[in-house]
């Protein structure tokens, strides 16, 4: 879901200002404004079944699940699994962070994409992803003992300070609500003798979504740090796009209100995680191996909550599932989740005219029937279900209450 007014072709100017691209449009659609508010994709003329009609080399930011890790490529996401192995034997690592390839090649196109000075390697890489790790082992072993004594600890301030946070009802749920939680967060971690006390460790997935971000935050330090590099690039005569830019992710759509208000207690787990990831910034500051460039890149990211929160902000509802490559009548395993940030301007609908496959690190879509000029290309979000299902699936993860023709249909039909 991409935001937008429907002024697009009269801002054209704005995207090259900001080092972003126009959204997505090739020789088959064209993004514009829909009649029921933002923007989607519409057919330029007709379109055949099984057409190709947008290939995003891969995502601006993801993650892959940690039990995972060494089974799934870390570039082309391919599952060891599917090739008779339990993991992958090609390793690019420092202490316990690090990557897995499926081959040589897979590994010298990670490097080539993570390397901030072509040449200079990715050391850079490992020792912030390797603080990271040791971060993971000191939570797991604090406990409710902490890192450190202090007077003054976050974690007493997240059962004083963010108490109400846990219990919060989605009626309480406002924008400044919102606000005032981050900027406490802000202030308690920049007072002078604060230290984390980790009372309560992050659960599975608020790790997989730190690492989600941490991995957006370092596309960012390299976006900086290479501002030539061709991460998004297409023309109008290919289907073909990047990965995109920080700008092009920020115009995504902001889902923070709507996802808080469906799910109130993510306000608190994001909290969490911000605090977490906060604590990089000693370790780094003792690692004899890390530049000092991305280490203060990162530190300005973090200091702030404003980067890390367009991050989740942009997360629900706007990014899509890294699975497996099992065949269609076989269960699929779900690997990770990553934002294809150009897919995302394809709007639902539960009678859909394009889906998606996977090839390696790329996702493309196609259509699944003839498509007529001016039609709007929608993907599904769901899978198939009775109508009540769906529309209460869309409106809990996806924050919008579904009226096309199928759901208008079948809610006519059970009534």
């Known amino acids: 879901m991409a935001t937008g007014t429907g002024e697009e072709d009269a801002s054209i100017s ?60 870390a570039w082309c996401f391919a599952y060891a699994f599917e090739s008779g192995k339990s993991k992958w034997s090609i390793k690019l690592s420092v202490d316990n962070a690090g990557a897995w390839f499926c081959s040589e090649h897979c590994e ?34 604090s406990g409710t003992k902490g890192t450190r004594k202090s007077s003054r600890v976050v974690g007493e301030s997240t059962s004083t300070r963010f108490a ?10 406002t924008q400044e609500l919102v606000d005032k939680a981050w900027s406490i967060a802000e202030k308690t971690l920049s007072d002078k003798g604060t230290a984390i006390q980790f009372t309560q460790p992050l659960n599975n997935l608020e790790l997989d979504t730190a690492r989600y971000l941490l991995d957006g935050l370092l596309h960012k330090i390299l976006e900086d740090a290479r501002p030539d590099a061709t991460r998004a690039l297409s023309t109008l005569s290919s289907i073909a796009i ?8 920020l115009e995504l759509q902001d889902n923070e209100v709507p996802h808080i208000c469906s799910k109130p207690y993510v306000l608190a787990s994001h909290v969490r995680i911000y605090c977490f990831l906060r604590q990089l910034f000693p370790l780094l500051a003792g690692s004899k191996g890390m530049p000092s460039g991305p280490s203060d890149l990162l530190r300005r990211y973090l200091t702030s909550s404003t980067t890390v929160r367009a991050l989740l902000q942009r997360d629900p509802g706007n990014v899509f599932g ?22 995302s301007y394809f709007n639902h609908d539960c ?35 009775p109508v ?28």
């Not at 109400?164 to 989605?170: A, I, N, P």
């Not at 890294?322 to 897919?343: H, K, N, R, T």
């Open 108 to 141: 010298e196109l990670w490097i080539k994409e993570h390397e901030l000075v072509q040449g200079e390697g990715v050391q850079w890489w490992l020792e912030i992803n390797g603080a990271f790790e040791r971060l993971i082992a000191q939570m797991s072993q």
């Open 388 to 415: 009540g299902e769906r529309i209460a699936h869309l409106e809990r993860d996806w924050f919008f209450s579904c009226r096309c023709a199928k759901c208008i249909q079948d809610l006519a039909n059970v009534s």
């Open 242 to 249: 990047g990965a995109g830019r920080w700008a092009d992710y």
């Open 164 to 173: 109400h946070l846990e219990d919060l009802k989605s009626k309480e749920v």
């Open 322 to 343: 890294i699975w497996d490559m099992a065949p269609e009548a076989e269960e699929s395993e779900m690997l990770g989740w990553g934002a294809y940030v150009f897919g």
């Open 14 to 73: 704005k995207y090259i200002a900001a080092g972003s691209q126009p959204p997505p449009s090739n020789h088959l659609y064209e993004t514009r404004a829909t009649p029921y508010g933002g923007r989607g994709a519409f057919a330029r003329g007709p379109i055949a079944k099984n057409t190709d009609i947008l290939s995003c080399a891969g995502p601006y930011a993801s993650v892959i699940f940690r039990p995972f890790k060494k089974e799934v490529c």
């Open 351 to 385: 009678d859909p005219n394009i889906t998606k496959r996977r090839e390696g690190r790329a996702v493309v879509f196609y259509t699944i029937r003839d498509v007529c000029a001016d039609e709007e290309l929608c993907i599904s979000y769901v899978d198939d279900a």
